[in-house]
T-cell receptor
Framework: DTGVSQNPRHKITKRGQNVTFRCDPISEHNRLYWYRQTLGQGPEFLTYFQNEAQLEKSRLLSDRFSAERPKGSFSTLEIQRTEQGDSAMYLC??????????????FGPGTRLTVL | AQSVAQPEDQVNVAEGNPLTVKCTYSVSGNPYLFWYVQYPNRGLQFLLK??????LVKGSYGFEAEFNKSQTSFHLKKPSALVSDSALYFC???????????????FGKGTKLSVIP
């Protein structure tokens, strides 16, 4: 396993449609994160999993967004009733679990969503 | 709340010259600081981190960063820039003392580095 993978890499959808993205973390990493990045901005935190448990959710994660990690391996991020403001790059990252919070996160290539 | 400021949207430097990309942070507890680089159409790549210890940390591709607690800064440096260093650089912070156990990173807006041949 060479890194975090994300699928699809690009998604174009019409406003009001639902979309789902997948993230496969580095195999030995049990922490998984979702971020959103818009043009000219740094990534913004959306949510975090430790194994299958979703432990943190940002206020950016509206009720149209849902993330799952059912078996503690891959994760999915679903956006329902997409809006044009959802257009962004969605980044997934993973990290190892240690007693501290000092481990770096390794990022995937991202899924670029365009809502027409 | 934690925040990161990267005051320069773009930095231009001639190949072979030293480069500095600036970063200041704000966090209530002990700062855990990170630098990432992003090439076009690719994800963020980890460069280096400061957790504790020596204020000068060394990372990938010859980059280093200096932690300055009094100035709340964590500037990225390289003694001799390469054209291939041209990319978007992000500074990020996490609160190491967060009682809630927050693992989220807060990123700056990024600095575009252009190394001119």
């Amino acid at each position: 396993d060479t890194g975090v993978s994300q699928n699809p890499r690009h998604k174009i959808t019409k406003r009001g449609q639902n979309v789902t993205f997948r993230c496969d973390p580095i195999s030995e990493h049990n922490r998984l994160y979702w971020y959103r990045q818009t043009l000219g901005q740094g990534p913004e935190f959306l949510t975090y999993f430790q194994n299958e448990a979703q432990l943190e959710k940002s206020r950016l994660l509206s009720d149209r967004f849902s993330a799952e990690r059912p078996k503690g391996s891959f994760s999915t991020l679903e956006i329902q009733r997409t809006e044009q403001g959802d257009s962004a790059m969605y980044l997934c990252a993973s990290s190892e679990q240690t007693s501290g919070r000092n481990n770096e996160q390794f990022f995937g290539p991202g899924t670029r969503l365009t809502v027409l | 709340a934690q925040s990161v400021a990267q005051p320069e949207d773009q930095v231009n430097v001639a190949e072979g010259n030293p480069l500095t990309v600036k970063c200041t942070y704000s966090v209530s507890g002990n700062p855990y600081l990170f630098w990432y680089v992003q090439y076009p159409n690719r994800g963020l790549q980890f460069l280096l981190k400061y957790i504790t210890g020596d204020n000068l940390v060394k990372g990938s591709y010859g980059f280093e960063a200096e932690f300055n607690k009094s100035q709340t800064s964590f500037h990225l440096k390289k003694p001799s820039a390469l054209v291939s260093d041209s990319a978007l650089y992000f500074c990020a912070v996490r609160d190491g003392n967060s009682g809630a156990g927050s693992y989220q990173l807060t990123f700056g807006k990024g600095t575009k580095l252009s190394v001119i041949p």
